[in-house]
């Protein structure tokens, strides 16, 4: 019975004076796997959520922007990149989109910005 488990080795102890060995990531996988809300940027392809109620800035893709934005009421959109953005309107608003917003998850107006 003894000869099953031949590949597994047997746990060492470590002597009581030795802590741990913990390594810091500086810019390792962390850097690559993790990305902050406030630090997310709007690429092509992307959609941005202002809303007017808690004054929040979501990027989402365009998936989830399209199944955030449903139900909703659109009365305008813009469209383009950066600073470079054309405005399609109905009603002069400030924030002429009314749905959910990703970040409060509370109905209100918001301004969606679609990348292109």
């Known amino acids: 019975m003894t000869g099953e488990f031949d590949r597994v080795k047997p746990r060492t102890s470590r002597p009581s004076g030795q802590a741990a060995v913990v390594s810091h990531d500086a810019q390792g996988k962390r850097a690559l796997f993790s990305s902050a809300p406030d ?9 941005e959520v202002e809303c ?34 054309c405005v399609f309107t109905v009603l002069k608003r400030d924030y002429p989109t009314y749905m959910r917003c990703p970040a409060c998850h509370r109905p209100s107006w918001v301004r969606l910005t679609i990348s292109v």
């Open 39 to 47: 630090e997310a940027s709007t690429g092509l392809g992307t959609a």
């Open 52 to 85: 007017s109620r808690c004054n929040e800035r979501t990027v989402l893709t365009l998936g989830k922007a399209l199944r955030a934005a449903l139900p909703s009421l659109h009365l305008g959109v813009r469209l383009g990149h950066g600073e470079d953005v």
